[in-house]
C-alpha cells in the first residue's frame, strides 16, 4: 500500500516541491509514494487579488493541522512513522519569528551550536540598528538582548565582541528629515504628488462646474500649502547617509565620544547601548529634521537623494554635512550595502 499524500487546492507550489522530494526519496528507497495535487495553484499571485479580481471567493485556506490541533511534535511523530524520516525544522540566524511564533530555546540553542554564525546575525544587527535604533531583530527587543538573559549565551556574546573588534568600523553621520503627513483634501486635489497640482488649482471655476458641482464663488478650490499638510502626523522621510571615517572600532567609536558634535555630547541608545552624538534633535511637530554621529562596522553606502540638501537646510536652518565625508553620495537608486554588510560574517 503506497504512502499517499495529498495537496489541497489553494496551496502554494513549496507544499508540492516537498512531498515531490518525499516522493524521490521513498522510491529510491523501495517505497512508494504518491502525490495528490491539483493542476493548478497560485504561484505568485496572492489570493485576495485574486478573489478580487473574480469578484468572489475562489481561494478558501484550509489549514487541516491547525484544525485538528495538531502541534510541531505531533506532526513530525506522525511523518516519522509514515515516511521513516524525521523532519529537520529550518534555521535561519536572522530569523525575525524565532521571537513571536517559534521556540526561543530552541533557536537559542541552535545558535549556541554555531556561536560564529550567531556572531554574524548579532554583528548585522549592530549595524542596522546602529544607523537606525528601530531595526533591532524583533518588534519591541533585540535578538542580543534576548541572549544576555541566558548565562549559557555567553560563548555567542563573547564571539560578538570579537567579530565587533575584528571589524574595520566607520563613522557615519546620518541625517533625516520627516515631512507632515498630506491631508486628504491634498489627496483628492493634487493626486499623488502634491508638487503637480491640477489644473483647477490655479484656474477659476467657470459658471458651468460651479453650477454643477454646487460651488459657490468662482476662486480655485486649493488653499495653499499650508492646508495641504497636517504638522501633527508624520509623512514621508528623507534619509542621508555620510560616511566621515574609517579605521579601527576603539577609533571610531572614540571619535564619536571624544570629537563628535560638542552641542550635545553623545549618549548611549536605550535598546541597543550604541552610542550617538546628536546635534539635531527630533521637533515636536513636523517637518522637523534629525541628526547624528556614530559608529558601526563599515559597509552602508554613502547614499541620499537629489534634493535632500535643500529639504535639510529648509527644514532645519542648517547647512550640508556637520563634517565633511570621505566621499560622495550615491543616486538613490542605487541603494544597498558592500563588503561585510552584503555577504555575512561566519
Not at 556561536?115 to 535578538?143: D, I
Not at 520627516?178 to 491634498?186: G, V
Not at 499638510?229 to 579601527?248: D, H, I, N
Request: aromatic letters at 8%; glycine letters at 8%; charged letters at 25%.
Amino acid at each position: 500500500m503506497p504512502t499517499r499524500f495529498r495537496l489541497l487546492p489553494g496551496r502554494l507550489d513549496a507544499a508540492r516541491a516537498f512531498c515531490l522530494a518525499a516522493q524521490k526519496l521513498q522510491e529510491h528507497r523501495g517505497r512508494r509514494v504518491e502525490v495528490d495535487a491539483p493542476d493548478q495553484l497560485p504561484l505568485t499571485r496572492s489570493e485576495p487579488l485574486l478573489d478580487k479580481e473574480a469578484g468572489r471567493v475562489i481561494c478558501d485556506p484550509y489549514y487541516p493541522l491547525i484544525e485538528e490541533r495538531l502541534d510541531r511534535a505531533q506532526v513530525e511523530a506522525y511523518v516519522l512513522s509514515v515516511t521513516g524520516e524525521p523532519i529537520q525544522k529550518s534555521f535561519c540566524v536572522m530569523c525575525c519569528f524565532s521571537g513571536v511564533c517559534s521556540s526561543r530555546a530552541s533557536h537559542e540553542a541552535r545558535l549556541r551550536r554555531f556561536p560564529q554564525l550567531a556572531a554574524s546575525a548579532l554583528r548585522l544587527e549592530y549595524a542596522a540598528m546602529a544607523l537606525n535604533e528601530n531595526s533591532s531583530l524583533y518588534a519591541k527587543t533585540s535578538l542580543y538582548r534576548n541572549l544576555t538573559e541566558d548565562e549559557r549565551n555567553q560563548p555567542v556574546l563573547g564571539a560578538f565582541e570579537a567579530s565587533l573588534d575584528q571589524a574595520e568600523f566607520a563613522v557615519y553621520e546620518l541625517r533625516r528629515v520627516y515631512l507632515a503627513k498630506r491631508t486628504p483634501e491634498c489627496r483628492t486635489l493634487h493626486g499623488r504628488s502634491c508638487r503637480s497640482p491640477r489644473w483647477w488649482c490655479r484656474h477659476e471655476r467657470t459658471g458651468f462646474c460651479r453650477a454643477a458641482h454646487d460651488e459657490q464663488g468662482g476662486a480655485p478650490t486649493c488653499r495653499g500649502d499650508a492646508a495641504c499638510r497636517q504638522p501633527a502626523r508624520k509623512g514621508q522621510s528623507r534619509r542621508s547617509v555620510r560616511t566621515l571615517f574609517e579605521g579601527e572600532r576603539a577609533a571610531a567609536e572614540a571619535w564619536v565620544s571624544d570629537m563628535g558634535p560638542r552641542e550635545r555630547g553623545s549618549s548611549a541608545a536605550p535598546l541597543s547601548g550604541i552610542r550617538r552624538a546628536v546635534y539635531q534633535e527630533a521637533g515636536p511637530d513636523y517637518p522637523h529634521g534629525v541628526g547624528f554621529v556614530t559608529a558601526a562596522p563599515t559597509g552602508a553606502q554613502d547614499k541620499q537623494r537629489s534634493g535632500f540638501e535643500d529639504v535639510w537646510s529648509a527644514v532645519t536652518g542648517r547647512s550640508g554635512t556637520w563634517r565633511r565625508p570621505l566621499r560622495g553620495a550615491r543616486p538613490a537608486q542605487q541603494l544597498g550595502f558592500a563588503g561585510p554588510m552584503a555577504s555575512g560574517w561566519v
